[in-house]
């Protein structure tokens, strides 16, 4: 099995800041992650696939990043609405998996 | 527009079975292609994966709920349905259910692109 591992735990940025959240897999698999934004409350929504495209209405500073084992979610600018917990997901192989998440506070 | 809506009981006894429905509109489960994964979030943490049909009935399992997971589909209905059976405390969460697309030339081929509200099942005595 797959083990995703999320980095940092939290981090509280200000608005304006720049966000850089990393997803490192147990083993290579190539470009097969997706982040998903789940705000407080709300069902996770698919923010980023294949590693570095930017699903239907997601800001342009949203961006991904990364393959084999090692990928980055960045948020160039942060905005308020953007505090959330972010998650990412492989889809290498069965079973599938999420990391234990990144949540990002905006001050 | 793909919509997706979960139901089923909010309190569940330890041991007892859990049966939550998902019932989708805009999409017929039985497209080509079309597939329904379960997800789950206990309160406070992390997703984590269940179970996955797609089109053919082919069904995928995560080793968190061993054997006590069944995924089906009910193609007159267009509704996915996810049972556990002898529920604990530590199955309470909200459960999601997400549409995903493996037909060739999708946008979001192979990710959870639409999902439901959840239901937040509850398991205590």
């Known amino acids: 099995e797959i083990v995703l591992t999320q980095s940092p735990g939290s981090l509280s940025l200000s608005p304006g800041e720049r966000a850089t959240l990393s997803c490192r897999a147990s083993?290579?698999?190539?470009?097969?992650i997706a982040w998903y934004q789940q705000k407080s409350g709300q069902a996770p929504r698919l923010l980023i696939y294949?590693?570095?495209n930017r699903a239907t209405g997601i800001p342009a500073r949203f961006s991904g990043s990364g393959s084999g084992t090692d990928f980055t979610l960045t948020v160039s600018s942060l905005e308020p609405e953007d505090s959330a917990v972010y998650y990412c997901q492989h889809r290498y192989s069965w079973p599938l998996s999420f990391g234990g998440g990144t949540k990002v506070e905006i001050k | 527009q793909i919509t997706v809506k979960e139901s089923g009981p909010t309190l569940v006894k330890p041991t007892q079975t859990l049966t939550v429905t998902c019932t989708f509109s805009g999409v017929s489960l039985s497209a080509d292609g079309v597939g329904v994964g379960w997800i789950r979030q206990p309160p406070g943490k992390a997703l984590e994966w269940l179970a996955y049909?797609?089109?053919?009935?082919?069904?995928r399992y995560s080793s968190i709920l061993g054997s006590r997971v069944t995924i089906t589909r009910d193609n007159s209905k267009n509704q996915a349905v996810l049972t556990v059976t002898d529920m604990d405390p530590a199955d309470t969460a909200t459960y999601y259910c997400a549409h995903r697309q493996d037909a060739s030339g999708s946008h979001y081929r192979f990710w959870f692109d639409s999902w439901g509200q959840g239901t937040l099942v509850t398991v205590s005595s």
């Open positions: 049909i797609n089109w053919n009935y082919e069904q």
């Open positions: 294949d590693a570095s």
């Open positions: 083993q290579s698999i190539s470009n097969n």
